[in-house]
């Protein structure tokens, strides 16, 4: 698992040195970053158009469709990291943040039957 | 900066012990997750839909709607990592490959003109 | 039925005369349109994002749901609406032509099994 | 101009003689098109990505770019007649009645500055 030795900042340098290679930071504005981010999310989710919820599942046991789908995730992740870096955001920061609001929001051992994230 | 220090596992596990925590799991549908991931880009994009593509880079001197903007791209990421967790997805594997094939498709120190991600 | 005897032209007539009584033809370029449009859809989509695709169509039954989602789906037929004017496409031909073209790939009374858009 | 004399309910009409000939009901449930709304509204987008604002506009006066651009709205207006097939919605009535609610929102004649849709 190279998740529990890699930081976010090393993925972050990762893209910020292949764009700087290609000068392609006039191009990738914040406006066009979160385009080119829902675009991505929109291609991810083609996956899994015409499949049941439950049976969208089983992707898990399908080797060639499961990569597929990491390729895809894999482009949004990059639009995450890539948009981190241009707005100077510490990604690992926001995302405590973010969880702990959503600790308050929907408190755990409640019973469900409410919204779910 | 925590983005140093922090690694996408233990990213991974404050996601998936907050999913476990509130039972969520049954709705947590590689087909929903994709769904909510479109839905939250789509959320992120809507803070940059009237401003020009160079005015949209002024968010960073803005610490009100940075933080806003923060705010967004962390639920996107947590989205990601939820969908890593629920897929299996070695997420740093992912993006490495990716990138791998993305400096072959767009060898660096060419002249632009062409289509840049 | 309203739908009956309303021409496309008399929609596209009613959102142009809107755009143009509040001025804001100089931001209605077809890139912000077009994000603007993707964003629509993202929050109509959102109305089905925890429920199963079977359940989804109970829907019809529940007016006050059915209603918030006309509701969003107007806002996306706006945008498709005000897009047309825009770029001057004839919306009904493009939609003959595009459906037409679709009849080739996707024969009539063939057994499916295959993609089905 | 095939607007002028097209009626909402001929278009509907073909849709929905489109989709019986295929016996695609089954599939076409209000998430699954709300998704496939969301992704085509996506990739409609993706003609504008690297383009500014003002740029965009161009596509007008670039005969093959507006082909591909009008055929991706036909591809949404599709969705959204199918919807409105599926959810029994008057896409007409849905329509004035969201502009009358945002001609309220946004009075005409008031200086911009604010919000505008």
């Known amino acids: 698992m190279a998740d529990a ?3 976010l900042e090393a993925l972050k340098e990762l893209v910020r ?3 700087a290679e290609r ?3 006039p191009y ?3 406006k066009n ?3 080119g981010l829902a675009a991505e999310a929109a291609e991810l989710m083609e ?3 015409w499949v049941d919820s439950e049976a969208s599942r089983a992707v898990v046991r399908d080797p060639e469709k499961l990569a597929a789908v990491a390729d895809e ?4 992740a990059c639009h995450v990291l890539n948009l981190s870096n241009v707005l100077g955001i510490d990604l690992s920061d926001a995302i405590r943040a973010k969880m702990a609001r959503n600790a308050l929001k929907y408190p755990a051992g409640q019973s469900a039957g409410g919204s779910r994230q």
């Open 17 to 19: 040195r292949f764009v």
């Open 28 to 30: 990738h504005s914040p």
């Open 23 to 25: 000068a392609w930071e």
């Open 47 to 49: 996956h899994f158009l």
């Open 33 to 35: 970053l979160s385009m």
């Open 5 to 7: 030795t890699t930081t």
């Open 73 to 76: 995730l894999a482009d949004v």
